[in-house]
């Protein structure tokens, strides 16, 4: 069992920055694929970014070049840097954790969810 508790959510302008971060606690932390999802209202879940349990990344076209993903093992904690905010970033983030060693950003992939943080982009 992993228990995920992201934080760092907020409002912003357009062009701004912020950083999420997703405290995981229980199972072996290092061992997961750990990904970002974000829902938007009226719209479906979709990935954002993966850091794979073997160390490499992947992301959205949308986000590639201003957002960042990465993870501190010693901390058990997950992060998400958000660069050059767009009004269409806004949605509820979401960190996930994978048994996989490779998981995607198919959130079928993902075995654990945390219950997000709102991240709202004004123009």
């Known amino acids: 069992q992993v228990q995920l508790v992201e934080s760092g959510g907020g409002s912003v302008q357009a062009g701004g920055s912020l950083r999420l971060s997703c405290a995981a606690s229980?199972?072996?932390?290092?061992?997961?694929?750990m990904g970002w999802f974000r829902q938007a209202p009226g719209k479906e879940r979709e990935g954002v970014a993966v850091?794979?349990?073997?160390?490499?990344?992947r992301y959205a076209d949308s986000v590639k070049g201003r957002f960042t993903i990465s993870k501190d093992n010693a901390k058990n904690t997950l992060y998400l840097q958000m660069n050059s905010l767009k009004p269409e970033d806004t949605a509820m983030y979401y960190c996930?954790?994978?048994?996989?060693?490779?998981?995607?950003?198919?959130?079928?992939?993902?075995?654990?969810w945390g219950q997000g943080t709102q991240v709202t982009v004004s123009s």
């Open positions: 996930a954790a994978s048994f996989r060693l490779v998981a995607g950003l198919s959130s079928e992939s993902y075995n654990y």
């Open positions: 850091i794979n349990s073997e160390g490499s990344t």
């Open positions: 229980g199972d072996t932390y290092s061992s997961y694929s």
